[in-house]
């Protein structure tokens, strides 16, 4: 069965490629809508409860901040009372009054969350005290923040301590100065309050928070001083705590339990709320919705898989048929005809395909015929068009340098007629090498030779220069297609030239990885017509060649782009631009080869 499979969509790869484009296309959009109902209800979970958690926040802190507020006004009242700060000054030795005592019971009955005020000496830690009892841990932590240095004018607050009753509290506490005019702003106590929590613990228990989240109420010293609900303890909550309070929900997994988290600052004091939502809770409901929506995608694609294959492998089948056909005709059976029992769409093609099995039979031998006849001719007829190029750079190079040397010969100059001979033999011995294609680097090498015989006639006001980007050495090109274009800049650019001559040869890589050789001079240029009918001439759009004093003697322009056409082929040749007075660039483009691809050649 899954070899049946594999052979149907190896030879008929279109029909199984419809088949399964038309399920993607059928099927992506039921995941693509069940995932994103999901995703947007489970978002849709997470931020209600987010929204009840921040707004439990917002009324707590709102709470929060008027009770401290409140209390922040009551320790003002209290200690700074004139009556009470007479009391303490005329009462030297601190020993209790039951004046002072009155007075502190009348400010407890303001508030019932405070069990006890105290005035404690700050230099001997005497304490004079109403209602509850202050311990010694309450103390301990007064003196040592009073020697620290830390107790000021303005309120602070304790670590959590247990009270006398075995309820949790705090100490509320601040430096009191004299408000008397013998002793103004003289430090006088600390005053003291002790503060039940217990009712902040119980604003969070009755928060209906049902059983998804839990909210904390974390003091500066890490301590808990209100949850709704006892499941976890600081030791669970430390890690989350030294992060910096950023309101953002992040996951985190506590006893085997995944959970959001999220910790908002409290507005008044460097406390801070800590909100965990329960993932498996959060998402009991869509757990369920998860499972529904499941099954009833997987119904909807089993149904759209059916009806997609029988649709296609109807629609598919007359292709495959065709393909068959396609196949027997393409190995050389034009017997094979095509069939078929029923008629659509599709399979009106049958006797346009037919016919053209019968015309193809009848035009296949003489098309080949005639194929190689033109096949033979082209060859002739490039090989002819090669030979007579070839022969025509010969001849009028050996011109040129023979009339240059019987020049140098009549005015006496042996040694130049020496070295002319002798390079003049390098070159002849370049030229007669067989092969087609040669080295870059070889053909430059040649152009140095012949530009020190026509130096020799010329002398150092000729200057030529060669440039040849990294990795190019290597490269093969035609030979002899660059130095009928150095003589041309030499004999009709530059000649006649007053100053520097100067000739300079670049190669590189065109940003197609074609290669470019350049041959630039500083000559005489060409004005923008005879520019444009030089350009003519080379692209073929008209047959009478420019003026030869324009495009060089004996060698011209448009044989070199015929060598380059026809060893490259189209789009590669030659383009020219020039300045009338400041010089001529031609450009040579090829393409990239190395010298040993025409070796294989």
Known sequence: MFRQILSYTKKYPLSYRMIITNICLAVLPILLLGTMGYLSYVHMMKQNALDSIGQIVNQTNDRLDEYFGRMDQLSRSIFYNRNVQ?????????????????????????????????????????????????????????????LEGAVTTRIQYSPLFEMQDGRPGMLAFRQIKSIQQTRYLDQLYIGVMLLDIEWIRHALQTANMDNKASLFIVNGHGEIVGASSGKTGVAELTPLLREQPTKEVRPV????????????????????????????????????????????????????VLVVVSFNIRLTHPITKMADAFDRAASGNFDAVLRFGYRNEITVIQDHYNNMLDQIKRLTDHLLLSQKQLHDTEMEKQLFRLSGLQSQINSHFLYNVLHSIRGMSMSGAKKEVASAIDHLVSYFRYITRTEDYVLLFKELEHLDTYIAIQRIRFGKRLQFRTEMEPGLKGHAIVKLILQPLVENALFHGLEGKSGRWLIRVQAGKTEGGDLRIMVMDNGMGMSEEKLRRVREHLAGLIDEPPERE?????????????????????????????????????????PHRNGEDHNHA
Do not use: C
């Open 86 to 146: 007479q009391i303490m000054i005329a009462n030297r030795s601190w020993q209790e009054s039951d004046t002072l005592l009155r007075n502190l019971n009348s400010y407890m009955s303001l508030e019932s969350t405070i069990k006890s005020l105290a005035m404690v000496n700050a230099d001997t830690f005497r304490t004079v005290s109403e209602g509850g009892i202050i311990t010694a841990a309450m103390m301990t932590h007064i003196r040592n923040k009073q």
């Open 253 to 304: 997994r506590l006893d085997d339990v995944d959970y959001l988290y999220q910790i908002i600052p409290f507005d008044g004091l460097d406390w801070t709320f800590v909100a965990l939502i329960n993932k498996d809770k959060l998402l009991e409901k869509a757990t369920f919705i998860q499972y529904t929506l499941v099954g009833v995608v997987v119904i909807l694609i089993a149904v759209v």
């Open 550 to 590: 324009h495009l060089g003697q004996g060698i011209g322009l448009e044989n070199i782009h015929s060598r380059v056409r026809i060893y490259y082929g189209e789009p590669y040749g030659l383009s020219i631009k020039s300045w009338e007075g400041r010089g001529t660039v031609v450009t040579i483009t090829i």
